[in-house]
Every structure is written in C-alpha cells, then in structure tokens.
C-alpha cells in the first residue's frame, strides 16, 4: 500500500508540472470486473477499486494521447460457494501498479474511442479456498503485458467516463497442470474497466 501511495502522489505531482498549454491531466477511480481465463470459473465476479492518474495531450483535432499510472484489483471467485451444495470457496486477488499507454480517437463530439497496450507490475497475489491460504498454487509472472480498448465520453468540460475491456497479451502464469494449448499457454486476466476521470489544472 506504501508503494501505491508514493507512485500516486508522484504521478499526481507529475500532472502539476505538465499541466500546460499543450498538456493537460488529473485523476481517476473506478471499479473493475474480472476474471481470469484458464481457472475454470467463468463470469466477471471478481470486483476490485481502480485509483490513479493520467497525463493526456491532443495531436490533432481529433486524435489525442493519453498515459495513466493506476492502482487496480484483479482475480477470480468462484461466486457463492453455496451453488455446488456444499461450502466449496476459490478466491484470487491480484494487486496491480499499471501504466496504460493509449491511443484515442474522436468519433463525436466529447464521444471517443482507444486503444492500446498496457503495463501491469504484480505488487501483491492471495489465492485462497475454504481452507484458507494455497500454500502450493504456481507463483504468478510479476510483470503483464495487457491490450485494451475503450470508449469515453466527456462531459462539463473536466470530467470523462470511460468503459474498457482489457485482456492478457502475456500468460499470467502457467496452468495448474503446466500444459499449453496450441496458442493458450497459460492463465490470462480478463477484465471490464469502469472509470471516472477527472481533469485538474486551467482548462484551456
């Protein structure tokens, strides 16, 4: 939690000197919904906090750049462990530092489209079952190489909400059994991104 802390007040301290006529940036927060393809548990149950900053410049008229630093929770959870009759529990909470690196495009006016890889250092990982702590399960890649895409609208001039959809380009670590599928060579996060911007600094 420190290390969030001090990355996020950096970022933000960042904004404050590119804040100008060319730059412009603020913060952000939102949920995400997640899971992980490969564990066997489908759906997006795995809810987690998205907090960070972002640093934004337009190129043209319609076509802008934009590098966010992020706090994000992903994982997986089998739902109620009640469903399958008995009390049965997985639970996988992934904490991750990300760094988004996008490309946007307006269609409409304040309406947006993007896209782009992003950038992801695994800070922290706890699998559990109903046992508690997996002392055994396979330790997972620290680094991940992510693409997304989104699409944002803005609004009262600061403001921007923003949906997104972001997949692994890198396993995430290997399956249970070690075995690869052809391209499938292991466990990938899956993740839908709902996000809040806000724009700090003159607005030009």
Known sequence: MKFILISLTFFVGLIAIVNSQDFNG???VGISATQVDGDSYGGFNKAGLIL???VHRDFKEKIAGQIELKYIGKGSTNGNPKDYGYTFLYDLRLHYIEVPVLFQYEIIKNLSLEIGPGFGFLIKSVEKNEQGIMPD??????????????????FFERFKINARFSYSLL????HAGGGTYYSNKGQSNKVLEFILLVRMGKIN
């Open 137 to 154: 399960s396979k330790p997972f890649n620290k680094f991940e190489l992510s693409g997304s895409v989104g699409v944002g609208y803005g």
């Open 52 to 54: 960070g900053a972002f």
């Open 26 to 28: 603020g913060i952000l």
């Open 171 to 174: 396993p995430i670590r290997e």
